[in-house]
């Protein structure tokens, strides 16, 4: 039976998903984080079907085996590829969410003929899914999607905030595509990461939409409507990775503002 004292866990293949773990730990102060970063797969947008859920099954051993009480799959792509297998395979040991549903729970907020955008990896875009969830949700909007697949290894490399970042925004999102739009999702969790850039561009004109924030507010009504909210003290969060490297440490000190400690746990050994 899960209680509320469990932590929380948390993947992705690299640093986006810190983002998610950030705005947990605003919305979420009391909870035990328990993070995975497949460093060493990273990024997941390029990567197979098949590979991703074979990622996500070994990295959902690890947290259960913390004992976790959800598994927040904070990642597009592998929300998209391999949530649910994850569902499946963690059965009743513990609950599973994904970032893509409170992005479309959001939506439904959106005036009727609303022309929303939608860039994310080439893993999230080819597999359709937003589009699939707006059309089964009946949502009165236009998606309008494109395929970024450059920005997440720019992040990653630590390329954000710069010429670099800002040259290569520039060519995307003035891609016909996106033209018109009201909004656009940022539909990778690095993305958030060049959200000011990306609101620089638009000059204020377009809304956009930073799912980490959702997700982890509809984390907390998730945990609230299951009686698993933790209300006492909290124990210390834990980071996993599948390989060192010194961006991730890098990128976790500046979002967590202290040092934190990496335990490097080889999924494949």
Request: a negative charge.
């Amino acid at each position: 039976m899960l209680t509320s004292n469990q932590p929380i866990g948390i993947f992705d293949s690299g640093i986006g998903g810190l983002t998610v773990a950030h705005a947990v730990r605003q919305a979420l102060p009391n909870e035990q984080i328990i993070y995975f970063g497949d460093t060493a797969h990273l990024p997941y947008g390029d990567k197979s079907t098949a590979a991703i859920q074979a990622y996500s099954v070994k990295i959902c051993d690890v947290l259960l085996k913390q004992n976790c009480k959800v598994i927040l799959i904070a990642c597009n792509s592998a929300s998209a590829a391999a949530y649910e297998l994850v569902k499946a395979y963690i059965g009743s040991k513990a609950l599973a969410m994904n970032v893509i549903d409170p992005v479309i729970k959001h939506l439904a907020s959106h005036p009727e003929g609303s022309k929303v955008g939608l860039i994310g990896t080439r893993q999230t875009i080819s597999s359709n899914i937003y589009k699939k969830c707006v059309d089964e949700n009946n949502l009165p909007i236009f998606l309008e999607s494109l395929a970024t697949p450059l920005l997440a290894p720019m992040i990653e490399d630590g390329f954000y905030n710069n010429n670099i970042s800002r040259v290569l925004i520039h060519e995307y999102l003035s891609m016909e595509k996106l033209q018109g739009i009201d909004s656009l999702i940022l539909g990778c969790t690095h993305y958030p990461l060049v959200k000011s850039e990306i609101n620089d561009f638009y000059s204020g004109k377009v809304n956009v939409i930073d799912s980490s924030e959702i997700v982890a507010q509809a984390l907390k009504a998730f945990l609230t409507e299951k009686g698993l909210l933790h209300s006492g003290t909290k124990a210390e969060d834990k980071f996993f990775v599948s390989d060192l490297t010194p961006s991730f440490a890098e990128s976790t000190r500046i979002f967590f503002r202290k040092e934190v400690h990496l335990e490097y746990y080889p999924i494949w050994d």
